[in-house]
């Protein structure tokens, strides 16, 4: 029998190779977010689970099939972070974020833990980007929202990815909605999935997403959320469609883009690539939560966010071949020829660190002749070698690793040579 760990189903080690990657899609994130001025924000990997519960919806697939929950000493009941609104909504209220000046635009890169099925794009500890505004009710911050989305892809080079928008109205007109709705489904109920039966009374606008095929058979023809909007949700709509023109993000306009629990309104979308077969394929999602804060104790706050999932990200720069000049260099090799040369090289090393040189030494008792060698691996720009004689006159003998010319450098004059 093996005694080999392997990391758990639907996990991914990020290695080595892959972080300058992984910085890249971070860095152009962060980058995107304060442009359009969100603060980080960093919150635990594990809440009270009555925290998505209520915050995500006892209804929806994550809270009914897919959270890690674990009873802390026989008592409390905790879960690893699903998602990340809940937390930073739970955060916004508990640290009285709801009497600084508003909006509060708050963004996150976050791990997030779901018990799935595992493949392609779809893993059980996964990470997101995701933003969240509190405090803006009006139309222009759902633009400004999607155009975070829009611009993030745009930048990374990520091309044929829509933006799809839709409503899903407000407490109100999703009253009069629902009993069209179900008066609609209501003859063809038994022959939906269970997930649908169990949905049609506390969140029947999710039967409209349902990927059963035989479900979506008995929904088509359905009344769509978006014909019966009333008038404020309207306007609500067809503002948010101006702003994004003015702010050039292409979208289209998906009536089954859905939410239906209370504390959603308004604005729902998702950027979902455009030859998408896949059922894995969103990259994003998000919407406009105007109930969640009070839902989960706050003040009543407007609050709009969304999340970006950067494996799916990565698949798709993977799929569009996007590449990026990702260096990974080693500004110097320092090559000891002997004990004593040792003991000099290690001081060298530091000292040239300390000058924000990207250094390494001889950890290993090679021979200069396997330095050389390692030094050629790891892609060394200069290599500087010290053997006795280079120790009594106080200098290295550096080559540069490009042009193989050698020259004797005192080591006072190494940092402006190589800055040279
Ligand atoms: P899906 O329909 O793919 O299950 P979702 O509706 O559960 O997605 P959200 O909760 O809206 O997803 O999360 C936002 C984004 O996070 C998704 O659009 C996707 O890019 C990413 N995501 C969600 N679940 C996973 C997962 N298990 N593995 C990798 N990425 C994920
Ligand atoms: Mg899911």
Redesign the pocket.
């Known amino acids: 029998m093996s005694n080999k760990i392997y990391a758990p189903k639907g996990t991914n080690d990020i290695l080595p190779e892959n972080i300058p990657l992984w910085e890249k899609i971070e860095n152009a994130a962060k980058d995107i977010a304060g442009r359009y001025g969100f603060k980080q924000i960093r919150t635990p990997e594990f809440e009270s689970t009555n925290l998505f519960e209520r915050g995500v919806g006892d209804t929806t697939?994550?809270v009914q099939k897919e959270m890690y929950t674990f009873t802390h000493r026989g008592k409390e009941s905790l879960t690893l972070k699903p998602?990340g609104t809940a937390p930073v909504v739970r955060s916004f209220i508990e640290n009285g974020m709801s009497s600084a000046a508003q909006p509060v635009k708050l963004f996150y890169l976050t791990n997030c833990f779901?018990c799935?099925n595992p493949q392609k794009?779809?893993?059980r500890q996964?990470h997101?980007f995701g933003i969240e505004v509190f405090g803006a009710e009006d139309a222009s911050s759902d633009a400004e929202v999607i155009s975070v989305a829009y611009e993030f892809l745009k930048e990374l080079g990520i091309k044929d990815v829509v933006a799809k928008v839709n409503s899903v109205g407000c407490p109100t007109c999703r009253k009069n909605y629902y009993e069209k709705l179900k008066a609609f489904i209501s003859p063809k109920l038994d022959k939906l999935c269970d997930d649908c039966k169990n949905r049609f009374e506390k969140n029947p606008m999710r039967l409209i997403d349902c990927k059963v095929e035989t479900c979506k058979e008995h929904i088509q023809g359905a009344p769509l959320m978006i014909d019966n909007l009333c008038t404020d949700c309207k306007d609500h709509f067809e503002k948010v469609k101006e702003y994004l023109d003015a702010m050039e993000v292409e979208y289209e306009v998906d009536p089954t883009i859905v939410r239906g629990l209370d504390y959603y309104t308004n604005t729902a979308f998702e950027f979902i690539p455009k030859d998408n077969t896949k059922s894995?394929a969103?990259?994003?999602?998000g919407g406009r939560y105007n109930g969640l804060v009070e839902t989960l104790g706050g003040p009543k706050t407007a609050g709009i966010g969304l999340?970006?999932?950067i494996?799916?990200i990565l698949i798709q720069l993977e799929e569009q071949g996007i590449t990026f000049p990702l260096e990974n260099v080693t500004d110097l090799y320092i090559a000891p020829m002997g004990e004593a040369a040792k003991t000099t090289a290690l001081k060298y090393a530091t000292i040239m660190r300390r000058e924000g040189f990207i250094v390494q030494t001889d950890v290993m008792n090679r021979s200069l002749k396997a330095q050389m060698k390692y030094a050629d691996k790891i892609n060394a720009k200069y290599v500087a070698m010290i053997g006795d004689e280079e120790l009594e006159k106080g200098v290295l003998l550096v080559r540069d690793m490009q042009t193989k010319e050698q020259t004797e450098v005192a080591f006072g004059d190494l940092p402006g040579f190589l800055r040279k």
């Not at 969103?282 to 999602?285: D, E, K, L």
């Open positions: 697939d994550i998602e779901r799935e794009g779809r893993y996964f997101q894995q969103a990259i994003g999602a999340a970006m999932g494996e799916r």
